[in-house]
């Protein structure tokens, strides 16, 4: 006797099965290609943000521009308040009339008319590095002093930055 083998069609759950397994792993892998873009969108917009962030706080506010006349026998000038940008402020003398440079001293304060930072001369044409202290956000000024023996008003003209 022979026995014939009779041949089952396949079950439709079998085809569906192995479909459901590849829509599974391609559902997978779709997922983890949009987490990996979210990511990278992230690290991208943080990247950024970081830069922009540095670059503001590293500049300075300013330049603010003055011709300021200052007493004689130790008088003081101050300028307007500004917003700082931070902790470092900086001053451009371009000039220090009737030969009076070094005898000129300018600082930075606060708007008390406190000093900030440590006094420093002033020369035609350089530059002075403060650091006051100041918060991002507060209000500070520029002050320039005459030695007590300097016997005329001296006109310093310059540019300061917050």
Same mark, same amino acid.
């Given at each position: 006797?022979? $026995?014939? @083998? $009779?041949?089952?069609?396949?079950?439709?759950?079998?085809?569906?099965?192995?479909?459901?397994?590849?829509?599974?792993?391609? @559902?997978?892998?779709?997922?983890?290609?949009?987490?990996? $873009?979210?990511?990278?969108?992230?690290?991208?917009?943080?990247? +950024?943000?970081?830069?922009?962030?540095?670059?503001?706080? @590293?500049?300075?506010?300013?330049?603010?521009?003055? !011709?300021?006349?200052?007493?004689?026998? =130790?008088? !003081?000038?101050?300028?307007?308040?500004?917003?700082?940008? &931070?902790?470092?402020?900086?001053?451009?003398?371009?000039?220090? &009339?009737? &030969?009076?440079? &070094? !005898?000129?001293?300018?600082?930075? +304060?606060?708007?008390? =008319?406190?000093?900030?930072?440590?006094?420093?001369?002033?020369? !035609?044409?350089?530059?002075?590095?403060?650091?006051?202290?100041?918060?991002? =956000?507060?209000?500070?000024?520029?002050?320039?002093?005459?030695?007590?023996?300097?016997? +005329?008003?001296?006109?310093?003209?310059?540019?300061?930055?917050?």
């Amino acid at each position: 006797m022979q $026995k014939r @083998l $009779k041949l089952r069609k396949a079950s439709p759950m079998v085809g569906r099965v192995k479909l459901s397994v590849e829509n599974l792993i391609n @559902l997978r892998r779709e997922t983890m290609i949009r987490r990996v $873009k979210i990511w990278m969108a992230a690290a991208l917009v943080s990247f +950024v943000l970081f830069t922009i962030g540095s670059a503001v706080a @590293l500049a300075y506010n300013g330049p603010w521009s003055y !011709d300021a006349i200052v007493p004689k026998f =130790g008088g !003081d000038w101050y300028s307007e308040l500004h917003t700082a940008s &931070g902790t470092q402020q900086k001053n451009y003398t371009s000039s220090v &009339g009737g &030969g009076y440079d &070094g !005898d000129m001293w300018g600082n930075i +304060v606060n708007a008390y =008319g406190s000093e900030m930072a440590s006094r420093q001369p002033l020369y !035609d044409s350089t530059w002075s590095y403060y650091t006051s202290g100041a918060y991002a =956000g507060q209000s500070v000024g520029f002050f320039i002093t005459s030695e007590f023996w300097v016997p +005329v008003n001296v006109e310093v003209i310059g540019q300061w930055y917050s």
